[in-house]
């Protein structure tokens, strides 16, 4: 095959059939009340709307109507189901992210498995490795269908501590020399200054995770004796690459040019706090300042985007938070976002009396579309190239 120009030139991205438009979709899981007897939140029958139950009031004034609604009992393997399809959306080409919202000490690092290690058990895994577990897979299979074709993984393990990003995978770097860069050519959020890390291997994978997650901020509150005090962000970059064999000095030289990128962000959100009842004072009472108010941001987000003014002047205040700007792609960009609700059901009431939009959010996140691309890029060489046969 010849060419006679080098250059990258990135085309106009086109949707996939049926995938051009999507909602971002809400799914709510009950953790298991420490009293039964207390539970304030009743699924209504086997549909996906949950009733809270507040004594000396109109039951059906307190109604929530989600995508998905994940019973106490349910299994990790059946939430990772409900998200599978953001992961092969990824490898595809499409921008995804999964994130966990919910109070404190409602369990969202336990389902996204943010803490992994060696010790946890298959049934016990959480969405940040059953994903990595499972693009690995997709990755293998692709790799066989066509072997002129090559992908690279790259991690990055950010969390935002009061508002400061930090990098869990070289936490003796200065988060002044860390940046969220928005290119206005591009129109994608990158981090500048954190260690981005290329794996070969599921093990590799979960490796960094763990490592990354030894790092992260936890601190005792009067409703968590290890609670998150940052919101985790854990980005997997990956680039299809094509293999060419140049036939020009030194011959046989393999060259392999980008032909497709996507990235996928896994959020573990910061826990909700209510001061009077986490009996935070000192630093932690700083802590929850710095949490709700990036929180509070990302509802002032989502409420606008989520508005009928869908005007392109329209303005949406990503910058309040360092959390909104490192998600602007994934709330108002092109990315597949799908956001777990974490709730602990005898408490409902008190995380809807804090975030009064908490529950309500579904509502907005209804009318958030977004439109999803496959990024893809065409090469054209100075050199000849020959394409192995």
């Given at each position: 095959?010849?060419?006679?120009?080098?250059?990258?030139?990135?085309?106009?991205?086109?949707?996939?059939?049926?995938?051009?438009?999507?909602?971002?979709?809400?799914?709510?899981?009950?953790?298991?009340?420490?009293?039964?007897?207390?539970?304030?939140?009743?699924?209504?029958?086997?549909?996906?709307?949950?009733?809270?139950?507040?004594?000396?009031?109109?039951?059906?004034?307190?109604?929530?109507?989600?995508?998905?609604?994940?019973?106490?009992?349910?299994?990790?393997?059946?939430?990772?189901?409900?998200?599978?399809?953001?992961?092969?959306?990824?490898?595809?080409?499409?921008?995804?992210?999964?994130?966990?919202?919910?109070?404190?000490?409602?369990?969202?690092?336990?389902?996204?498995?943010?803490?992994?290690?060696?010790?946890?058990?298959?049934?016990?895994?959480?969405?940040?490795?059953?994903?990595?577990?499972?693009?690995?897979?997709?990755?293998?299979?692709?790799?066989?269908?066509?072997?002129?074709?090559?992908?690279?993984?790259?991690?990055?393990?950010?969390?935002?501590?009061?508002?400061?990003?930090?990098?869990?995978?070289?936490?003796?770097?200065?988060?002044?020399?860390?940046?969220?860069?928005?290119?206005?050519?591009?129109?994608?959020?990158?981090?500048?200054?954190?260690?981005?890390?290329?794996?070969?291997?599921?093990?590799?994978?979960?490796?960094?995770?763990?490592?990354?997650?030894?790092?992260?901020?936890?601190?005792?509150?009067?409703?968590?004796?290890?609670?998150?005090?940052?919101?985790?962000?854990?980005e997997v970059m990956l680039e299809e690459q094509?293999?060419?064999?140049?036939?020009?000095?030194?011959?046989?030289?393999?060259?392999?040019?980008?032909?497709?990128?996507?990235?996928?962000?896994?959020?573990?959100?910061?826990?909700?706090?209510?001061?009077?009842?986490?009996?935070?004072?000192?630093?932690?009472?700083?802590?929850?300042v710095k949490i709700n108010s990036g929180l509070?941001?990302?509802?002032?987000?989502?409420?606008?985007?989520?508005?009928?003014?869908?005007?392109?002047?329209?303005?949406?205040?990503?910058?309040?938070?360092?959390?909104?700007?490192?998600?602007?792609?994934?709330?108002?960009?092109?990315?597949?976002?799908?956001?777990?609700?974490?709730?602990?059901?005898?408490?409902?009431?008190?995380?809807?009396?804090?975030?009064?939009?908490?529950?309500?959010?579904?509502?907005?996140?209804?009318?958030?579309?977004?439109m999803v691309l496959v990024s893809s890029f065409?090469?054209?060489?100075?050199?000849?190239?020959?394409?192995?046969?």
């Amino acid at each position: 095959m010849l060419a006679n120009e080098e250059q990258m030139v990135e085309q106009q991205p086109t949707p996939l059939a049926s995938e051009a438009t999507v909602q971002v979709r809400v799914a709510l899981r009950i953790r298991p009340a420490p009293n039964p007897a207390r539970i304030a939140l009743v699924r209504r029958s086997d549909s996906p709307q949950v009733t809270l139950t507040i004594p000396h009031a109109d039951p059906s004034k307190k109604t929530f109507t989600f995508d998905t609604v994940f019973d106490p009992d349910e299994s990790q393997e059946a939430v990772f189901q409900d998200v599978y399809h953001v992961v092969e959306g990824f490898v595809q080409g499409f921008n995804g992210t999964i994130l966990a919202y919910g109070q404190t000490s409602s369990g969202k690092t336990y389902t996204m498995g943010t803490g992994h290690t060696q010790q946890v058990s298959e049934n016990e895994k959480g969405v940040i490795p059953r994903a990595l577990e499972h693009m690995f897979y997709l990755i293998q299979q692709k790799r066989t269908q066509n072997s002129q074709v090559d992908y690279v993984l790259r991690i990055s393990f950010v969390e935002i501590y009061q508002e400061q990003v930090r990098d869990l995978l070289n936490p003796s770097a200065d988060p002044k020399d860390i940046s969220i860069f928005r290119s206005t050519k591009t129109g994608t959020t990158t981090i500048t200054g954190v260690n981005t890390v290329v794996i070969n291997t599921v093990d590799d994978a979960l490796a960094l995770l763990e490592r990354g997650a030894l790092e992260r901020t936890t601190g005792v509150t009067g409703m968590n004796e290890s609670s998150s005090r940052s919101h985790a962000v854990f980005e997997v970059m990956l680039e299809e690459q094509l293999k060419m064999i140049s036939s020009e000095e030194p011959r046989g030289q393999e060259v392999h040019h980008l032909l497709r990128y996507s990235k996928l962000h896994l959020v573990d959100l910061a826990g909700s706090e209510r001061l009077k009842r986490t009996k935070a004072s000192g630093i932690r009472f700083k802590e929850s300042v710095k949490i709700n108010s990036g929180l509070l941001a990302l509802g002032n987000v989502i409420s606008i985007l989520g508005s009928d003014n869908n005007t392109e002047d329209r303005y949406v205040p990503y910058r309040e938070s360092k959390l909104t700007r490192l998600l602007q792609d994934s709330l108002g960009g092109n990315s597949r976002v799908r956001i777990s609700v974490k709730v602990l059901g005898r408490r409902l009431m008190v995380w809807i009396e804090v975030n009064n939009k908490a529950v309500d959010y579904h509502d907005c996140l209804c009318q958030v579309w977004s439109m999803v691309l496959v990024s893809s890029f065409h090469w054209i060489s100075y050199r000849r190239v020959l394409l192995p046969t």
